[in-house]
């Protein structure tokens, strides 16, 4: 399968899953999974979700800039890094952000293995 169109939909569904079900993500972390988040490392697919979901903001939009992507090592895995704006409810400006997903290949299926977010400050 071509990696470009495979790391455009994860992309597609990872955001539009985030923006209105955060707790929808668990399916895509095992326990093996890491994310960083603005520097903070948190293992294992139920603490990825309980952080992600306890972030103070119930409603935001994704809006995708770039999409890039790389194979990653001989077991197909992908490296997926993302930049974009993030619109928070109620906020006047969005936020600028870049996330970086490794995506491991598990029979076909693939699930985050890294993820890495930082906000962008100008």
């Given at each position: 399968?071509?990696?470009d169109?495979?790391?455009?939909?994860?992309?597609?569904?990872?955001?539009?899953?985030?923006?209105?079900?955060?707790?929808?993500?668990?399916?895509?972390?095992?326990?093996?999974?890491?994310?960083?988040?603005e520097?903070?490392?948190?293992?294992?697919?139920?603490?990825?979700?309980?952080?992600?979901?306890?972030?103070?903001?119930?409603?935001?939009?994704?809006?995708?800039?770039?999409?890039?992507?790389?194979?990653?090592?001989?077991?197909g895995?992908?490296?997926?890094?993302?930049?974009?704006?993030?619109?928070?409810?109620?906020?006047?400006?969005?936020?600028?952000?870049?996330?970086?997903?490794?995506?491991?290949?598990?029979?076909?299926?693939?699930?985050?293995?890294?993820?890495?977010?930082?906000?962008?400050?100008?």
């Open positions: 399968m071509d990696p169109a495979v790391a455009k939909a994860f992309v597609e569904h990872y955001y539009t899953t985030f923006d209105s079900n955060r707790a929808g993500l668990v399916s895509l972390y095992q326990e093996g999974s890491m994310l960083s988040f520097g903070q490392k948190i293992q294992g697919s139920q603490n990825i979700v309980a952080k992600l979901t306890s972030l103070p903001f119930q409603q935001c939009k994704h809006n995708i800039t770039t999409v890039d992507c790389q194979p990653s090592g001989p077991s895995g992908m490296l997926v890094f993302v930049s974009g704006n993030l619109q928070l409810a109620g906020e006047q400006h969005a936020l600028k952000f870049s996330q970086m997903f490794h995506l491991v290949s598990n029979q076909g299926n693939y699930y985050v293995f890294n993820d890495i977010f930082r906000l962008n400050y100008a």
